[in-house]
């Protein structure tokens, strides 16, 4: 009930395109969903979170879509560019143990 | 603006060896948080605290100790390293109160446990 299920584990997308990539929970009492960007050899960076009284949220080119009857939520990033080559980690907060979880990650390359 | 600050960047401990794992921040928050990174596993909390004074247990806390001092200060200790220790371990801050959000993440320290 505490995981977070990120899919797919890599991602190829070229230079214009739209990558996406989804996250699925369990446990109705998660009450903050954040996406983490992390570069080769950085600490992961917050991108972009959302809360479960809004389906969507878009930061530029980054949108969170929230679908809280499912249980799901996405990254959608527009016009995908080479400098989005990055891992990307979905996370959930809260439940018993009020705690962060991540995802496995997302390996995005975008191929110019 | 240093922000979370890691030391050291690489170390190679033998079986059974001990090591401390340093974190500084110098944003005032009161939240720190020690994460270890595996290939497709995410991170997994290892201990968090939200202020001087006050730790708890993460996910995975076996094989650490973790102290915390000062606001700013959140070392992370190995006793008895093991194999099974070799990961990237991540410490981070938050600046709001209700914890877990907003995390600043340090550049990571690489750990091979031989």
């Known amino acids: 009930q505490q995981q977070v299920k990120q899919s797919p584990q890599s991602l190829i997308v070229q230079k214009g395109g739209i990558s996406i990539i989804n996250c699925a929970y369990e446990?109705?009492?998660?009450?903050?969903f954040p996406w983490y960007q992390q570069f080769p050899g950085k600490g992961p960076a917050l991108l972009i979170a959302?809360?479960?009284?809004?389906s969507e949220k878009k930061e530029g080119r980054f949108t969170i879509s929230f679908n809280k009857s499912a249980k799901q939520f996405s990254l959608h990033i527009m016009d995908s560019q080479p400098g989005d080559s990055a891992t990307y980690f979905c996370?959930?907060?809260?439940?018993?143990?009020?705690?962060?979880?991540f995802g496995t990650g997302t390996l995005l390359a975008v191929q110019p | 603006n240093a922000g979370v600050t890691q030391t050291p960047k690489f170390r190679i401990l033998k079986i059974g060896q001990s090591m401390t794992l340093q974190c500084a921040q110098d944003?005032?928050?009161?939240?720190m948080y020690w994460y270890r990174q595996d290939p497709g596993m995410g991170l997994k909390l290892i201990y968090y605290s939200v202020g001087a004074g006050i730790t708890d247990k993460g996910e995975v806390p076996n094989g650490y100790n973790v102290s915390r001092s000062t606001t700013e200060d959140f070392p992370l200790r190995l006793e008895l390293a093991a194999p099974s220790q070799t990961s990237v371990y991540f410490c981070a801050s938050s600046p709001v109160t209700g914890g877990f959000e907003k995390l600043f993440f340090g550049s990571g320290t690489q750990l091979s446990v031989l």
């Open positions: 996370a959930a907060r809260g439940g018993a143990t009020n705690k962060l979880i």
């Open positions: 446990n109705t009492a998660f009450d903050y």
């Open positions: 959302i809360r479960p009284d809004v």
């Open positions: 944003m005032n928050h009161n939240y």
